[in-house]
């Protein structure tokens, strides 16, 4: 019920090419779904965030697709860049109301390389 | 401002010794977490402290793991006798709880290695 499963382990892209990172989840109680964008040897950090009562929310190249009936999520990143090779992480919780659903459930990780 | 800072960054331990992680959170965060990211995988969640209210211990993998947060403030990891299975990045973050969720705000972590 807590697990999140995200795809492609890996994923190598060329300069300027569109990168797409997928995510679902089970528990229908999660209402807050964060990507993180981790660079080695630091921490996670937030990358954009959606909540349920949209579809899409854009913020420069990254966008995030959300489809509640199927409990699946994507990260969108146009145009890549070198500089976005990282490994990132989507992420759930159950936000709002549960003080002790606040802790993120996270994927397992995608390491993107993006080919110069 | 100062971000989440962890110490030490890195820390070397034989088996069975124990070890104390410290997380300094982002000043007037009321809450902090601890995650622990093992080789090559996701983040793990360990134990939630929000305010005065009791902690969320449901994450810990065993009784050797206890934390504490004192003050509201500094938290304090502690593995007792640690086994090589331990050995991991353990990773802090804090986020300022109003009426949802909010972003948590990572440090950089602790490498724990077990030898």
């Known amino acids: 019920q807590q697990q999140v499963k995200q795809s492609p382990q890996s994923l190598i892209v060329q300069k300027g090419g569109i990168s797409i990172i997928n995510c679902a989840y089970e528990?229908?109680?999660?209402?807050?779904f964060p990507w993180y964008q981790q660079f080695p040897g630091k921490g996670p950090a937030l990358l954009i965030a959606?909540?349920?009562?949209?579809s899409e929310k854009k913020e420069g190249r990254f966008t995030i697709s959300f489809n509640k009936s199927a409990k699946q999520f994507s990260l969108h990143i146009m145009d890549s860049q070198p500089g976005d090779s990282a490994t990132y992480f989507c992420?759930?919780?159950?936000?709002?109301?549960?003080?002790?659903?606040?802790?993120?459930?996270f994927g397992s990780g995608t390491q993107l390389t993006v080919l110069p | 401002g100062a971000g989440v800072s962890q110490s030490p960054s890195n820390k070397v331990t034989e088996k069975g010794k124990d070890v104390e992680l410290r997380c300094d959170p982002i000043?007037?965060?009321?809450?902090l977490y601890w995650y622990r990211q093992s080789l090559g995988q996701g983040l793990e969640f360990l134990i939630y402290?929000?305010?005065?209210?009791?902690?969320?211990k449901s994450g810990l993998p065993s009784d050797r793991f206890s934390a504490e947060r004192t003050g509201g403030s500094v938290s304090t990891l502690t593995i007792q006798r640690t086994q090589q299975e331990d050995s991991a990045v353990y990773l802090c973050?804090?986020?300022?709880?109003?009426?949802?969720?909010?972003?948590?705000?990572f440090g950089p972590g602790t490498r724990l290695t077990v030898l």
């Open positions: 402290f929000q305010g005065n209210s009791a902690p969320d």
């Open positions: 992420a759930a919780s159950g936000g709002a109301l549960s003080g002790s659903a606040r802790q993120l459930t």
């Open positions: 973050a804090s986020s300022y709880v109003s009426s949802g969720a909010s972003e948590q705000f």
């Open positions: 528990n229908t109680a999660f209402d807050y």
């Open positions: 959606i909540r349920p009562d949209v």
């Open positions: 000043s007037g965060h009321t809450a």
